[in-house]
C-alpha cells in the first residue's frame, strides 16, 4: 500500500508513522486512529485482514472470496473468535480489519470488535456500505473504528454491475452519508479495472463532494471470481497513476485533508519517483528513501500483512487462499505466523534470495520488492516468477533485453 498524499503531495496522514517510520510533526488524529512509529517495515507486526464471513448480501464479479448471499458451514464461533484476538493482542499486531464476505452480515461483528478495542487493537471495517444505515454508523463510531472502507466499483451503473446487484450503488452512498453525518473517518475503496477507470474523473470529484476523508485504488488481483475480469493493460495503468497523482496533489494544492493511496502493485512507486525526477521536483530524493524504507513487496505478503479466513485457515494474504500456513484452531496465530519451517512464509521473508526474471534484475528491487508474489502465482504458477502487473518498461528499470534473458535464468525454489 502506497500513501500517494505523502509520498508525491507531501501531507501528512495518520499512517505515516506506521508505513515510513516518520513521526508526525503537524497532524494530530485522534488517539484510535493514529499509528505508533515503526523502527523498520521489515520488524512490523502484520497487520491481520480477517475474512469474518463469507457471507454477503452482494455477488461482486471480482470477489476473491467467492461469496454470495448464503450461509456457510463451519466459520469461527464467538468464543473462538475471542481467542484469536486475545492472540493477536497479545503479539501486538497494529490492526484488526474486518473483511468478508460481508463483515455486517455477522451478528457478533460488533460485540467482537468491542472485544478486539478493550484489548487495544485498532480496528478497521472493509464493507460494501450497503448494511450501514444510522444505527450500524453510530455502533461504528462509539466502537472506535479508525476507519471504515466501502466499496465501490465505480458511478452507479457500473457499481450496480459489478456489484450484481439493482440499487447497491444509492445504498453503498447512503452508508457514507450515515458515516459521514457522525463524524467517522470513512474512505472509498475501489479495483481499476477495463470498466470503471474511465470513471476516475469523477470519482475524484465524488471524493471531495462526499465529505469522504480517504480512498484506496486497488490495482486487480485475479483471484477467486477476480479471474474473469479485465485488468488494465501497461499504458492503461500508467494513465490512471497520471490521474491519481494529479489529482491528489490538486487535494493538497486546495488543503483538502483527503488521503490518497495505491494498493496491490508496488511498482506504483518506482513510476511516481521517476515522474518526480522528470518533473524536477526537489523531494525526489527523500521519497527514493522512503520508498527503500517501506520496501514495497519485501515486507508486505507474509510479514506486514496477514489474512486469517472464515475457517481460521491463515495465509500470507487475503488473496492466496488456495495456500494455507496453518489453522487458528489448531496453533495460535502467533505460532503459525513465526514459524518459519512454511516454505512459502521463510521464501516471503528472504524473497530477494528466490525472485526470477525482471523482477530479480530490477534497480528498484529495494523500492518494489518484487511487488505482489500471489499475482505471479495465480497467473504463471511461480511465487517467484516476475509480477505479470509491472507496466515499467526495461530501459525504466535499468534492464536490457539480455539483462531480462540473464534474470530469467536465476535458480528459485518454488513451493
Request: aromatic share 8%.
Amino acid at each position: 500500500m502506497l500513501d500517494i498524499s505523502v509520498l508525491y503531495a507531501g501531507r501528512e496522514t495518520a499512517s505515516q508513522p506506521h508505513r515510513y517510520g516518520k513521526r508526525l510533526t503537524q497532524l494530530q488524529p485522534q488517539a484510535h486512529e493514529e499509528h505508533a512509529v515503526a523502527k523498520s517495515a521489515a520488524g512490523r507486526r502484520p497487520i491481520v485482514v480477517w475474512n469474518c464471513t463469507r457471507t454477503c448480501n452482494l455477488r461482486c464479479v471480482h470477489c476473491y472470496s467467492d461469496s454470495e448471499a448464503k450461509r456457510y458451514p463451519g466459520e469461527l464461533t464467538h468464543e473462538e473468535a475471542k481467542a484469536m484476538i486475545d492472540d493477536l493482542a497479545a503479539f501486538k499486531i497494529p490492526a484488526l480489519l474486518f473483511s468478508g464476505g460481508e463483515p455486517l452480515t455477522r451478528p457478533d461483528l460488533f460485540e467482537l470488535a468491542a472485544h478486539a478495542r478493550a484489548q487495544g487493537l485498532h480496528v478497521v471495517l472493509s464493507t460494501n456500505g450497503t448494511l450501514i444505515d444510522e444505527a450500524a454508523a453510530r455502533r461504528l463510531k462509539e466502537l472506535q473504528f479508525s476507519y471504515v472502507g466501502i466499496s465501490l466499483d465505480g458511478m452507479e451503473p457500473v457499481n450496480d454491475k459489478f456489484r450484481g446487484v439493482v440499487g447497491a450503488y444509492d445504498r453503498a452512498m447512503q452508508g457514507f452519508r450515515n458515516c459521514v453525518a457522525l463524524g467517522q473517518k470513512v474512505g472509498l475503496r475501489l479495483t481499476l479495472t477495463r470498466q470503471n477507470v474511465q470513471d476516475l474523473p469523477q470519482i475524484f470529484d465524488f471524493i471531495e463532494a462526499n465529505g469522504i476523508r480517504r480512498a484506496c485504488f486497488y490495482h486487480l488481483v485475479p483471484s477467486g471470481r477476480g479471474k474473469g475480469v479485465m485488468d488494465l493493460s501497461a499504458s492503461e495503468s500508467r494513465r490512471a497513476l497520471d490521474i491519481i497523482l494529479e489529482r491528489t496533489r490538486d487535494f493538497a494544492r486546495r488543503d483538502l485533508p483527503i488521503e490518497i493511496l495505491t494498493v496491490d502493485n508496488h511498482c506504483d512507486g518506482p513510476y511516481l519517483y521517476l515522474k518526480m525526477r522528470r518533473e524536477g521536483d526537489a523531494r525526489a530524493g527523500q521519497v527514493y528513501d522512503m520508498l527503500k524504507w517501506n520496501g514495497g513487496g519485501l515486507a508486505s505478503s507474509g510479514i506486514g500483512i496477514a489474512c486469517i479466513d472464515f475457517l481460521g485457515n491463515v495465509h500470507p494474504d487475503q488473496f492466496w487462499m488456495h495456500y494455507t500456513l496453518g489453522n487458528v484452531r489448531q496453533r495460535r496465530f502467533s505460532e503459525i505466523w513465526s514459524d518459519l519451517s512454511n516454505p512459502l512464509l521463510a521464501g516471503l521473508r528472504e524473497r530477494k534470495a528466490h525472485l526470477k526474471g525482471r523482477c530479480a534484475g530490477c534497480r528498484f528491487l529495494d523500492l518494489c520488492g518484487g511487488a505482489l508474489r500471489v499475482r505471479a502465482d495465480l497467473a504463471l504458477g511461480d511465487p517467484w516468477a516476475s509480477d505479470p502487473g509491472c507496466y515499467l518498461t526495461d530501459e525504466e528499470i535499468g534492464l536490457s533485453p539480455e539483462g531480462v534473458a540473464a534474470a530469467g535464468a536465476l535458480s528459485g525454489a518454488g513451493v
